[in-house]
Each structure stands twice: as structure tokens, then as C-alpha cells.
């Protein structure tokens, strides 16, 4: 008689020690984000662009070895370094300009979408220095490690350098995503069989459309939190029980109804960002982009969903800036 291979004893324990590594995983990640933000709310801002740095610097170390073999050393040598100039140029140059003397204006913006040219420019480049060695497909493959994930991190440091409202945002992005992957995947195994239609068949068949619906409803559910987290650490600031953290909320439909929509539309876009690093590994044959963190794969596994949220978080917390001050 045959064994049934999911009795196997054997396999059932390895199924046990990937979960615990994967836990573990998880609890020292989640402790890392929490000491970067501490330290950026009691000490100073840069510490979270740290952070931002090592992601960008291990996701590009990540995505240039998925793509190893097509681009040229050049190339590659060219990612890695403007990858990490532009983020670096941004957040020293806004930090200087918004916390010395200077009275002249904040020229950050302007600075790092120059060096982000120059690198552009620097790649294109090798077509010419490199015109032999050099193809059009490696083109496209060295411009994408060059935008994925600096591109999508500036949004999260642009977050971290807002005037007012960083902290939130900040939060918003890494407590939301979290809560739309569970609630997802809560929803997908309960409905899944009942609603099996898929939310993209061809990049992710594991993941249905009733699951992504309950992402959208985590999303809501988990602005909701924030914002009463965030009233609730307002209210003590103003009473003097906490250091100020420059947290203006007041219970009323106009900032709720903010929060939801935020949550909502943030739990739609981070899960298209879970999708489109599916389909990057898909197209290069590979199941993770790194190894380094046992259960999950590589930093940018951890963060693809983050990296899309970043994106609606730091425009939505601009426009509010802009409209209720």
C-alpha cells in the first residue's frame, strides 16, 4: 500500500520548521520597522531614510541578480551606484535644506531628479562606449533594476520628509499592508472554493478575486485603526502625556472618510504591487528574488507591496497638505 505523502512525518516536519523560520522571520522584521521608527520619531528623520537605503540597496543587489547574465558589468556597476545616489542625494540634500539657515528655497527635488538624469543618461550611454557588448533587451533589463525599487522607495522617503503628517504616512503604509495580506488570504481560503475565480490567472493562480475583495475590506478596516490610533496619541499631546509628534486629528466625517478611502484604494494598488513582482519572477523562471529572509524570500518579496502603497500615500498626503493644511 502506498504512503500517503502528506502523513509523511518527515515532510509534516518541515512544514513545521518553514512556518516557525517564517514566524521568526517575520517578528524580527516587524522589529526592525518599529526601532527605525522610534528612532525617527524621538531622534531624528534620517535614521528612517536609513532604512529606505538598505532596502533599495538589497532590493537592487536582489534585482541584479535576478537579471545576472543580461546586463554587462557596466551596466550593472551603473545601477548600483545611481540606484542609491538618487535616493541618498534626496534625503541629505532635503535635510539640509529644510534644517540649516538656508533661506534661498529647497532645491532637493530638483537636485535628485538631476542625478536620476544623469544616471539615465549614463546607461543609455553604453550603447555607445559598450556598442558591441550592448543590447537593446539588457537596455530595458539595466533601466528596470534602476527604477525597481528606487523609484517606488522615493515615494516612501518623500513620506518621511513631508512637513506635516509623516508620521502617519509612514504608518499608514506599513501597517496597512500587512493587515490587506492577511485579511486577503483569511477571505481567499474561506470563499475561495465557493468564488473561484482568479484575480490573475497567468501571474499569481493562488490568488482570487473574493480574496482581493477582502483586501480592500482589510484596507478600510485597518485606516479605521490608524486614525483613531493616531486621534487617540493626538489627544495626548495635547494634554502634554507624550512628546509631540505633530498629530492634528479630530473625529469628523470629512478625516474618516479620508482614512477609509485612503485604506481602500492603498489595499487595491499594494496588492497590484504583489502582482507585478509575481510577474517579474515569473518571466525570469525564479520562485523568490533573495534568500535573506528564511520563510520569505528576499527583502523585495517583503516590501512589493509596500513600494506600490508608498506611491498612493505620499500623494494622498500630499494633496491633503495642500487642501486642509
Given at each position: 500500500?502506498e504512503?500517503?505523502?502528506?502523513?509523511d512525518?518527515?515532510?509534516?516536519?518541515?512544514?513545521?520548521?518553514?512556518?516557525?523560520?517564517?514566524?521568526?522571520?517575520?517578528?524580527?522584521?516587524?522589529a526592525?520597522?518599529?526601532?527605525?521608527y522610534?528612532?525617527?520619531?524621538f531622534?531624528?528623520l534620517?535614521f528612517?531614510d536609513?532604512?529606505?537605503?538598505?532596502?533599495?540597496g538589497?532590493?537592487?543587489f536582489e534585482?541584479l541578480r535576478?537579471?545576472k547574465?543580461?546586463l554587462?558589468?557596466?551596466?550593472?556597476?551603473?545601477?548600483?551606484?545611481?540606484?542609491?545616489?538618487v535616493?541618498i542625494?534626496?534625503a541629505?540634500?532635503?535635510?539640509?535644506?529644510?534644517?540649516?539657515?538656508?533661506?534661498r528655497?529647497?532645491?532637493?527635488?530638483h537636485?535628485?531628479?538631476l542625478v536620476?538624469?544623469?544616471?539615465?543618461g549614463?546607461?543609455l550611454?553604453?550603447?555607445?562606449?559598450?556598442?558591441?557588448k550592448?543590447?537593446?533587451?539588457s537596455?530595458?533589463?539595466?533601466?528596470?533594476?534602476y527604477?525597481?525599487?528606487?523609484?517606488?522607495?522615493?515615494?516612501?522617503?518623500v513620506?518621511?520628509?513631508?512637513?506635516?503628517?509623516?508620521?502617519?504616512?509612514i504608518?499608514?503604509?506599513?501597517v496597512i499592508?500587512?493587515?490587506?495580506?492577511s485579511?486577503a488570504?483569511?477571505?481567499?481560503?474561506?470563499?475561495g472554493r465557493?468564488?473561484?475565480?482568479?484575480?490573475?490567472?497567468?501571474?499569481?493562480?493562488?490568488?482570487?478575486i473574493?480574496g482581493?475583495?477582502?483586501?480592500?475590506?482589510g484596507?478600510?478596516?485597518?485606516?479605521?485603526?490608524i486614525f483613531?490610533?493616531?486621534?487617540?496619541?493626538?489627544f495626548?499631546d495635547?494634554?502634554?502625556?507624550v512628546?509631540?509628534?505633530?498629530w492634528?486629528?479630530?473625529?469628523?466625517?470629512?478625516?474618516?472618510?479620508?482614512?477609509?478611502?485612503l485604506?481602500?484604494?492603498?489595499?487595491?494598488?499594494?496588492?497590484?504591487?504583489?502582482?507585478?513582482?509575481?510577474?517579474?519572477?515569473?518571466?525570469?523562471g525564479?520562485?523568490d528574488?533573495?534568500?535573506?529572509?528564511?520563510g520569505?524570500g528576499?527583502?523585495?518579496?517583503?516590501?512589493?507591496s509596500?513600494?506600490?502603497?508608498?506611491?498612493?500615500?505620499?500623494?494622498?498626503?500630499?494633496?491633503?497638505?495642500?487642501?486642509?493644511g
Amino acid at each position: 500500500m502506498e504512503r500517503n505523502e502528506t502523513e509523511d512525518p518527515l515532510l509534516s516536519r518541515k512544514h513545521v520548521v518553514s512556518a516557525a523560520r517564517r514566524f521568526l522571520t517575520g517578528v524580527v522584521y516587524v522589529a526592525v520597522l518599529l526601532g527605525f521608527y522610534a528612532l525617527k520619531l524621538f531622534v531624528d528623520l534620517l535614521f528612517f531614510d536609513v532604512l529606505l537605503l538598505l532596502f533599495a540597496g538589497i532590493g537592487t543587489f536582489e534585482m541584479l541578480r535576478a537579471f545576472k547574465g543580461n546586463l554587462s558589468r557596466a551596466q550593472e556597476a551603473l545601477v548600483a551606484v545611481f540606484a542609491l545616489l538618487v535616493l541618498i542625494v534626496y534625503a541629505v540634500s532635503d535635510y539640509l535644506f529644510t534644517h540649516t539657515a538656508w533661506t534661498r528655497g529647497n532645491f532637493a527635488p530638483h537636485l535628485t531628479a538631476l542625478v536620476f538624469l544623469i544616471g539615465l543618461g549614463a546607461l543609455l550611454s553604453v550603447l555607445v562606449f559598450a556598442h558591441e557588448k550592448t543590447e537593446l533587451s539588457s537596455l530595458g533589463d539595466s533601466l528596470l533594476c534602476y527604477i525597481y525599487p528606487t523609484a517606488f522607495l522615493m515615494a516612501l522617503m518623500v513620506c518621511n520628509h513631508l512637513p506635516r503628517y509623516s508620521e502617519i504616512a509612514i504608518l499608514f503604509v506599513f501597517v496597512i499592508c500587512p493587515v490587506v495580506d492577511s485579511l486577503a488570504l483569511v477571505t481567499g481560503k474561506i470563499l475561495g472554493r465557493k468564488f473561484p475565480a482568479k484575480m490573475s490567472p497567468h501571474v499569481s493562480p493562488k490568488k482570487t478575486i473574493v480574496g482581493g475583495i477582502g483586501g480592500l475590506v482589510g484596507g478600510a478596516i485597518g485606516s479605521v485603526g490608524i486614525f483613531f490610533a493616531c486621534y487617540g496619541i493626538s489627544f495626548l499631546d495635547d494634554v502634554g502625556a507624550v512628546a509631540p509628534l505633530g498629530w492634528e486629528l479630530a473625529i469628523s466625517a470629512p478625516e474618516i472618510l479620508f482614512f477609509v478611502l485612503l485604506g481602500v484604494v492603498a489595499a487595491a494598488v499594494e496588492q497590484l504591487g504583489d502582482l507585478v513582482e509575481s510577474a517579474i519572477k515569473r518571466k525570469l523562471g525564479i520562485k523568490d528574488m533573495g534568500k535573506l529572509l528564511p520563510g520569505h524570500g528576499g527583502i523585495l518579496d517583503r516590501i512589493d507591496s509596500s513600494l506600490y502603497a508608498g506611491i498612493v500615500v505620499c500623494v494622498a498626503m500630499m494633496l491633503w497638505l495642500m487642501i486642509a493644511g
